[in-house]
């Protein structure tokens, strides 16, 4: 039972980390309907910005602030100079230079700072709190779960409540219309991108310090895991993120403690085969339209 | 006419690579049957991708599939070298078939971004499942060794050997798909690609379509595997991973998208750019040469993939075509309007 | 004074021949006109070009006598043009009142813009019970009610219409263009009506426009149209 409280609770910080970056990979489809393939490579290239600004500083939320700022500036950039180029309704090509990007970020990394993993420290402690005798969440685990919770209720609320949220919204599913109606919408697809790597920068500068080390494949498994979570929660669904993230996260850490951590690559695949050969677009998937 | 011209054309370009492979050392020449194991994958991979617009990142794993059947069967058959090859063959066929039909089953119910992430997903499974399945871990499976046979080996040497090995299994595996796809078969897939609801509506399923060409598109590339298993005489899920599979994928877009001549091109470059970058950065000085090291080769590849894509979406197919005059272009490279 | 003109303008798709073939036409202050025509006639892609969803291949749009040819069309509406397009343009995954508050953002502040939307809903009454209903929910009727809402809401200078009466009752039909005609008459808003419904547009338009294979054939007052009957059995099929 304390083994289960503790895989628990670490779960769950490790679900709000993929649960964000997976929310990430759904702004930018919503916003531009590409699966950005990217996001990683970018988003790490974020966290080597935060981590130079930290070694500078000595400041841990001064490299924050630097991680998120490059993280947005890198969104922008990526769809300014490249995913505008691409035409409309044509996902494939999308994801190749996508994947282009990816190899040149990574490779551009690793040229440039050298391969070696850099540790990165956490601004608090890693040693869990003992609550009756059970190891529960550590400090950082809690800060993470606050910072993750903090942006993303942050993006619920810029989305669904403000007049810009109604705009990205509107250009996102319609934007003839949205155009028709005075939203400038390529201004809106680039906001989203800016929003996006930005979120995704802070679920990789969270997580890297529970792993071995910065280095330019650091956030490679957490982009295919929640980009596993996405698809099973529905590519358009920010609600379908949060809850196949936290899920996904605690089937991660409890497989990992009980079977073994080989096997959790391979119960996300079951997991998202099983979902996809039940319900083909997520679990909660708008419904499809008609074709005929 | 055409029909016939096809298997006649894929044996005098194999005698011509066979003859190739006497002007090559034998370092050269191991090369050679890697880029035929490549280029095996990355028809059926083009093939896919441009005539019915599913992406596979997860074309490795298939290779893989493939060289683990060839390993297990191979080892299993006991009798003279060529029985030894048919088995590992035949074996290669069957694992790579099935895995193909497997996820082309999951392929016909989904759209481009979940096929994508479950081929992802399944590429990085790879280690998983080869610690998890009994086909030896991280070590992987050895593959028996085919040693020259004995009325040649006055002749040529063993790389040389699995070089011809290599172009001839590429050949078997690569013509039957170029005539599927001159056929009715592509003709189907380019309605299913061009519109879904109106194949239907004449009598095409797309489901079975989509199903079909997954599993056309997985058994050249389990071949692929097999040759790779014949050249280093074992398989291991290292080699098998992210980097490579996105490897496979740079070969069918520099090589233009559904051109076979095009994904030769592509498969020639992926193999052997890597290896010219290393050479050269080996000059550059220790530090430097560390960080270039496999890295600028990766980093070309993806600027190459990313201007190909933005620029010249047909590819190095394209621009053959340019120098072959105005040949009519009997199939088109549909890199846009894929699906929606 | 002149709201909207195009002169000499000349669309087409790829590169077919022309849609819209060296067209002239010129809208008054607070005019209503009906834009005639046949299937294929070229009325769609002619509203499609003066906002600028279709790019032109030559010739000039003035809005209020300020070319218009550079700006995208998120400007042009900006700048006081609106377009109602044909068929679903509600943003059906957004509810009635988003819609409705997406019609007003660049042109109201936040004070206005909640007057203007209750504005529009105390114009049309179907639309208020239905606030929070999604888009997808509502009937062919009452999402033409509220693309015309939306539109209308942005107090426009001119507004495009694209075949309003399509797939509705006939009731309904002269229930949108009634308010449309008040506001009309009650703002000096200037209206270019798209509709096949020949009857029905010329009830509301004081003057109709007929279009044919994209160019004006006929340009007269909407009496003396309805009474012509060899120009009625050429172009407008009846």
């Given at each position: 039972m304390d083994r289960f409280v503790f895989l628990f609770s670490a779960g769950l910080a490790r679900g709000a980390v993929l649960a964000l970056f997976a929310l990430s990979l759904v702004i930018v489809w919503r916003a531009?309907?590409?699966?950005?393939?990217?996001q990683a490579a970018l988003a790490v290239a974020a966290v080597y910005a935060a981590f130079a600004v930290t070694a500078a500083t000595g400041s841990y939320s001064a490299g924050l602030a630097a991680g998120l700022a490059s993280g947005a500036l890198l969104g922008a950039l990526a769809e300014r100079g490249l995913m505008r180029r691409l035409g409309a309704n044509a996902p494939l090509p999308g994801i190749i230079v996508a994947i282009g990007l990816v190899m040149v970020v990574q490779a551009g990394l690793a040229i440039g700072f050298g391969p070696e993993h850099r540790p990165m420290h956490p601004p608090f402690s890693q040693r869990p709190f003992v609550i009756g005798g059970v190891p529960v969440l550590s400090p950082y685990d809690l800060f993470t779960l606050i910072a993750a919770g903090v942006v993303m209720g942050g993006l619920a609320l810029l989305f669904n409540r403000s007049s810009l949220g109604l705009q990205m919204r509107a250009a996102a599913f319609a934007p003839e219309t949205a155009r028709l109606l005075g939203v400038r919408v390529s201004r809106m697809v680039t906001l989203g991108w800016t929003l996006a790597v930005a979120a995704a920068s802070l679920a990789a500068l969270l997580l890297v310090p529970n792993e071995l080390g910065l280095n330019p494949h650091a956030a490679d498994l957490l982009f295919v895991n929640a980009f596993a979570v996405a698809v099973i929660g529905g590519l358009d669904s920010p609600a379908g993120a949060l809850i196949a993230g936290i899920g996904v996260g605690l089937l991660g850490s409890l497989v990992t403690g009980y079977v073994s951590a080989s096997a959790s690559p391979l119960a996300v695949l079951a997991l998202l085969t099983l979902v996809l050969l039940v319900r083909p677009g997520g679990l909660f998937a708008a419904k499809e339209a008609r074709t005929a | 006419m055409r029909r016939l011209s096809i298997p006649l054309r894929a044996l005098l370009i194999t005698v011509l690579a066979i003859g190739g492979t006497f002007g090559l050392d034998p370092f050269r020449n191991y090369q050679l049957a890697t880029a035929a194991a490549c280029f095996a994958a990355v028809a059926g991979l083009t093939v896919l991708v441009g005539l019915t617009g599913q992406l596979s990142l997860g074309h490795a794993v298939l290779m893989a599939s493939g060289g683990y059947g060839f390993a297990f069967a191979a080892s299993a058959a006991t009798g003279p070298a060529i029985l030894v090859l048919a088995a590992g063959l035949l074996g290669a066929v069957a694992v790579s078939g099935l895995l193909g039909l497997l996820l082309g089953l999951a392929a016909a119910r989904l759209r481009g971004p979940y096929l994508a992430g479950l081929t992802l997903a399944l590429v990085i499974a790879l280690p998983s499942a080869a610690n998890t399945l009994?086909?030896?871990?991280?070590q992987g499976l050895r593959a028996p060794f085919l040693p020259v046979p004995e009325a040649l080996t006055a002749l040529i040497a063993v790389e040389q050997w699995h070089a011809w090995l290599a172009i001839i299994v590429a050949a078997l595996a690569v013509t039957p798909l170029v005539m599927l796809r001159s056929g009715r078969a592509g003709l189907r897939m380019r309605a299913v690609l061009d519109d879904e609801t109106a194949s239907r509506l004449s009598g095409v399923d797309p489901g079975s379509v989509k199903t079909g060409a997954f599993v056309a598109s997985a058994v050249p590339a389990g071949l692929g595997g097999a040759i790779l298993a014949i050249a280093t005489q074992q398989v291991a899920p290292g080699g098998y991973g992210l980097a490579f599979s996105l490897l496979l994928v740079v070969a069918a877009v520099v090589g233009g998208l559904g051109s076979i001549g095009g994904a030769a091109i592509g498969s020639v470059l992926v193999v052997f750019f890597p290896w010219v970058v290393d050479e050269l950065v080996a000059a550059a000085p220790t530090d430097l040469g560390q960080r270039l090291d496999g890295n600028l080769a990766v980093l070309v590849f993806g600027a190459v993939i990313v201007a190909v894509t933005v620029l010249w979406p047909g590819g190095a197919a394209r621009l053959l075509d340019r120098f072959l005059a105005a040949r009519p272009r009997r199939f088109a490279t549909p890199a846009t309007n894929t699906e929606r | 004074m002149t709201a909207l003109a195009c002169h000499d303008l000349t669309v087409g798709y790829g590169d077919g021949a022309p849609v819209i073939d060296g067209l002239t036409l010129e809208l008054g202050q607070g005019d209503v006109v009906a834009l005639l025509g046949a299937n294929g006639a070229g009325k769609t892609t002619l509203l499609r070009a003066l906002t600028g969803l279709v790019p032109t291949r030559s010739g000039r749009v003035e809005l209020g006598g300020r070319e218009l040819a550079r700006l995208s069309t998120e400007e042009r509406v900006r700048r006081g043009l609106a377009l109602v397009p044909e068929g679903r343009s509600v943003v059906v995954e957004l509810t009635v009142d988003e819609n409705l508050r997406l019609g007003g953002l660049w042109r109201h502040k936040h004070k206005a813009r909640k007057a203007a939307v209750e504005e529009m809903y105390a114009l049309f009454e179907p639309l208020a019970r239905r606030?929070?209903?999604?888009?997808?929910?509502?009937s062919g009727g009452e999402r033409q009610m509220l693309a015309l809402a939306r539109a209308l809401l942005a107090r426009p200078d001119v507004l495009l219409l694209d075949?309003?009466?399509?797939?509705?009752a006939p009731q309904v039909t002269a229930q949108l263009l009634g308010v449309l005609r008040e506001s009309a008459a009650r703002t000096g808003l200037t209206v270019l009506l798209a509709e096949q419904n020949v009857t029905s547009a010329l009830s509301v338009a004081a003057r109709g426009v007929v279009l044919s294979l994209g160019s004006v054939v006929a340009d007269r007052s909407a009496p003396e149209l309805a009474a012509d009957p060899a120009l009625r059995h050429a172009y407008l099929g009846f």
């Amino acid at each position: 039972m304390d083994r289960f409280v503790f895989l628990f609770s670490a779960g769950l910080a490790r679900g709000a980390v993929l649960a964000l970056f997976a929310l990430s990979l759904v702004i930018v489809w919503r916003a531009a309907r590409v699966v950005n393939f990217a996001q990683a490579a970018l988003a790490v290239a974020a966290v080597y910005a935060a981590f130079a600004v930290t070694a500078a500083t000595g400041s841990y939320s001064a490299g924050l602030a630097a991680g998120l700022a490059s993280g947005a500036l890198l969104g922008a950039l990526a769809e300014r100079g490249l995913m505008r180029r691409l035409g409309a309704n044509a996902p494939l090509p999308g994801i190749i230079v996508a994947i282009g990007l990816v190899m040149v970020v990574q490779a551009g990394l690793a040229i440039g700072f050298g391969p070696e993993h850099r540790p990165m420290h956490p601004p608090f402690s890693q040693r869990p709190f003992v609550i009756g005798g059970v190891p529960v969440l550590s400090p950082y685990d809690l800060f993470t779960l606050i910072a993750a919770g903090v942006v993303m209720g942050g993006l619920a609320l810029l989305f669904n409540r403000s007049s810009l949220g109604l705009q990205m919204r509107a250009a996102a599913f319609a934007p003839e219309t949205a155009r028709l109606l005075g939203v400038r919408v390529s201004r809106m697809v680039t906001l989203g991108w800016t929003l996006a790597v930005a979120a995704a920068s802070l679920a990789a500068l969270l997580l890297v310090p529970n792993e071995l080390g910065l280095n330019p494949h650091a956030a490679d498994l957490l982009f295919v895991n929640a980009f596993a979570v996405a698809v099973i929660g529905g590519l358009d669904s920010p609600a379908g993120a949060l809850i196949a993230g936290i899920g996904v996260g605690l089937l991660g850490s409890l497989v990992t403690g009980y079977v073994s951590a080989s096997a959790s690559p391979l119960a996300v695949l079951a997991l998202l085969t099983l979902v996809l050969l039940v319900r083909p677009g997520g679990l909660f998937a708008a419904k499809e339209a008609r074709t005929a | 006419m055409r029909r016939l011209s096809i298997p006649l054309r894929a044996l005098l370009i194999t005698v011509l690579a066979i003859g190739g492979t006497f002007g090559l050392d034998p370092f050269r020449n191991y090369q050679l049957a890697t880029a035929a194991a490549c280029f095996a994958a990355v028809a059926g991979l083009t093939v896919l991708v441009g005539l019915t617009g599913q992406l596979s990142l997860g074309h490795a794993v298939l290779m893989a599939s493939g060289g683990y059947g060839f390993a297990f069967a191979a080892s299993a058959a006991t009798g003279p070298a060529i029985l030894v090859l048919a088995a590992g063959l035949l074996g290669a066929v069957a694992v790579s078939g099935l895995l193909g039909l497997l996820l082309g089953l999951a392929a016909a119910r989904l759209r481009g971004p979940y096929l994508a992430g479950l081929t992802l997903a399944l590429v990085i499974a790879l280690p998983s499942a080869a610690n998890t399945l009994p086909i030896g871990g991280d070590q992987g499976l050895r593959a028996p060794f085919l040693p020259v046979p004995e009325a040649l080996t006055a002749l040529i040497a063993v790389e040389q050997w699995h070089a011809w090995l290599a172009i001839i299994v590429a050949a078997l595996a690569v013509t039957p798909l170029v005539m599927l796809r001159s056929g009715r078969a592509g003709l189907r897939m380019r309605a299913v690609l061009d519109d879904e609801t109106a194949s239907r509506l004449s009598g095409v399923d797309p489901g079975s379509v989509k199903t079909g060409a997954f599993v056309a598109s997985a058994v050249p590339a389990g071949l692929g595997g097999a040759i790779l298993a014949i050249a280093t005489q074992q398989v291991a899920p290292g080699g098998y991973g992210l980097a490579f599979s996105l490897l496979l994928v740079v070969a069918a877009v520099v090589g233009g998208l559904g051109s076979i001549g095009g994904a030769a091109i592509g498969s020639v470059l992926v193999v052997f750019f890597p290896w010219v970058v290393d050479e050269l950065v080996a000059a550059a000085p220790t530090d430097l040469g560390q960080r270039l090291d496999g890295n600028l080769a990766v980093l070309v590849f993806g600027a190459v993939i990313v201007a190909v894509t933005v620029l010249w979406p047909g590819g190095a197919a394209r621009l053959l075509d340019r120098f072959l005059a105005a040949r009519p272009r009997r199939f088109a490279t549909p890199a846009t309007n894929t699906e929606r | 004074m002149t709201a909207l003109a195009c002169h000499d303008l000349t669309v087409g798709y790829g590169d077919g021949a022309p849609v819209i073939d060296g067209l002239t036409l010129e809208l008054g202050q607070g005019d209503v006109v009906a834009l005639l025509g046949a299937n294929g006639a070229g009325k769609t892609t002619l509203l499609r070009a003066l906002t600028g969803l279709v790019p032109t291949r030559s010739g000039r749009v003035e809005l209020g006598g300020r070319e218009l040819a550079r700006l995208s069309t998120e400007e042009r509406v900006r700048r006081g043009l609106a377009l109602v397009p044909e068929g679903r343009s509600v943003v059906v995954e957004l509810t009635v009142d988003e819609n409705l508050r997406l019609g007003g953002l660049w042109r109201h502040k936040h004070k206005a813009r909640k007057a203007a939307v209750e504005e529009m809903y105390a114009l049309f009454e179907p639309l208020a019970r239905r606030r929070d209903a999604a888009g997808h929910t509502l009937s062919g009727g009452e999402r033409q009610m509220l693309a015309l809402a939306r539109a209308l809401l942005a107090r426009p200078d001119v507004l495009l219409l694209d075949e309003p009466s399509l797939g509705l009752a006939p009731q309904v039909t002269a229930q949108l263009l009634g308010v449309l005609r008040e506001s009309a008459a009650r703002t000096g808003l200037t209206v270019l009506l798209a509709e096949q419904n020949v009857t029905s547009a010329l009830s509301v338009a004081a003057r109709g426009v007929v279009l044919s294979l994209g160019s004006v054939v006929a340009d007269r007052s909407a009496p003396e149209l309805a009474a012509d009957p060899a120009l009625r059995h050429a172009y407008l099929g009846f």
